[in-house]
């Protein structure tokens, strides 16, 4: 093939499939990360003597365009010996979500800014009050399991311009008291 021949098909490549690889290389690139300690993990102080521990998961983008619209749902939670779904799917609530003044509930979609932005999705949380049960913190509420046995947990994360993502979490019995419980990836 002489230098004319190439440089015509590089056109036509370019032209057929540029746009493709344009939108592949700045498209959102969602990473999770979870951690047993702040700010993945933290305590705050409810109603005198109640303290309530948040274990949340990161979300972050290190994609170039900006991730839309973007929602987590808890997909299942499965005990490490069976496979039974012991809660019903429901979306999952952004640690930092505004309320909706019209519903008074927490808005479940967000967007997450490119080249390194984040949001925190609550995962579950425990009670001092309630102490035998590990609760969800799903938007359709009372999604709840005993503290007593290890789980794996399956959420998943869409949006308008990013692939379904679905990361696994374990979480692992308290072995000192109730506030000993930890994560990691299952």
């Given at each position: 093939?002489?230098?004319q021949s190439w440089?015509?098909?590089?056109?036509v490549?370019?032209?057929?499939?540029?746009?493709?690889?344009?939108d592949?290389?700045?498209?959102p690139?969602i990473?999770?990360s979870?951690?047993n300690g702040?700010?993945?993990?933290?305590?705050?102080?409810?109603?005198?003597?109640?303290?309530?521990?948040?274990?949340r998961?990161k979300?972050?983008n290190?994609?170039?365009?900006?991730?839309r619209?973007?929602?987590?749902?808890l997909?299942?939670?499965?005990t490490?010996?069976s496979?039974?779904?012991?809660?019903?799917?429901?979306?999952l609530?952004?640690s930092?979500?505004?309320?909706?003044?019209?519903y008074g509930?927490p808005r479940?979609k967000?967007?997450i800014?490119p080249?390194?932005?984040?949001?925190f999705c609550?995962?579950?949380?425990?009670d001092?009050?309630k102490l035998?049960?590990?609760y969800?913190?799903?938007?359709?509420?009372?999604?709840?399991v005993p503290i007593?046995?290890e789980y794996?947990?399956t959420?998943e994360?869409?949006?308008?311009?990013?692939k379904?993502?679905?990361?696994k979490i374990r979480?692992t019995?308290p072995?000192?008291?109730f506030?000993?419980?930890g994560?990691s990836?299952?």
């Amino acid at each position: 093939m002489d230098t004319q021949s190439w440089i015509t098909l590089s056109a036509v490549i370019v032209a057929l499939f540029g746009k493709v690889f344009w939108d592949w290389w700045k498209r959102p690139k969602i990473k999770f990360s979870i951690k047993n300690g702040e700010p993945h993990v933290i305590t705050v102080v409810g109603t005198p003597p109640q303290l309530i521990k948040y274990f949340r998961i990161k979300i972050e983008n290190r994609g170039k365009v900006t991730a839309r619209n973007c929602h987590v749902k808890l997909i299942s939670v499965t005990t490490l010996d069976s496979d039974v779904n012991l809660i019903e799917p429901d979306r999952l609530k952004w640690s930092s979500a505004p309320t909706d003044s019209r519903y008074g509930i927490p808005r479940e979609k967000i967007d997450i800014f490119p080249s390194g932005g984040w949001e925190f999705c609550d995962l579950f949380s425990l009670d001092t009050f309630k102490l035998v049960d590990i609760y969800f913190e799903s938007l359709g509420g009372n999604r709840m399991v005993p503290i007593t046995k290890e789980y794996i947990i399956t959420i998943e994360i869409t949006g308008d311009n990013i692939k379904p993502r679905i990361a696994k979490i374990r979480t692992t019995l308290p072995t000192m008291g109730f506030w000993d419980i930890g994560i990691s990836w299952a």
